[in-house]
């Protein structure tokens, strides 16, 4: 890819200023001086010392360029580097005619790194490592050896506001739902509704029934 863009660099600089050629009429005959300044003109035209030729004589013309367009070589190299490391391409290059990479492309992106965080980077630098800085009681043993320690990444993929709010707005609409069906605990139950259909954590579910147990309490109370 680097020969390709200094290449074509080159090849403008080159083509943008291309090469001469002089030819001598048939019926006029060079003196040795003639030839002699001829050449001098050249040189100095050369290193941008003169920018205008005289030549009784000799008939002075461009030679032809051959200026290619680069992309398509460049596109093939930028393509392959894209299969060989598994980045899309849009994330690979930026934004295209000003539009962002779509969401398949970064979901692509996201699951890819997340996969090389569990599958590599765990096992292989991050959990040696640990294991070495306890031997040097620079971090503590873990407290239970069976059940050891386990390694939580931060998300890759943070929902905007908008997309929060929609997830909101279905979870509410299914609740709702859920809520109005008398039979609808018997079949499945509160926490198993929060977990496997509204997506909460245990966390969250945890904290869900602890409030409702409060304010169950404080009716109670009232009462």
Sequence with gaps: LEKLVGASAEMFWRGARPGYKGKVDKDYMLTSDEKADFKDQLDEYEHNLRRFLISAGIDISALETQVADPSKHVDVQVQMISAQTGIPKRILTGSERGELASTQDITSWYS??????ENYVEGTILRPFIRKCQEFNILPPVKNEEKGYSVIWKP??????????????IRAKALNQYAAQPMAESIVPPEAFYKYFLGFDQDQVDMITELQETAIKEDEEVV
């Excluded at 890819?112 to 965080?117: A, C, H, N, P, S």
């Excluded at 890759?156 to 707005?169: L, R, W, Y």
């Design 156 to 169: 890759m993929f943070e929902k905007s506001d908008k997309e929060k709010a929609e997830v909101g707005e």
């Design 112 to 117: 890819l790194i997340q996969g090389r965080r």
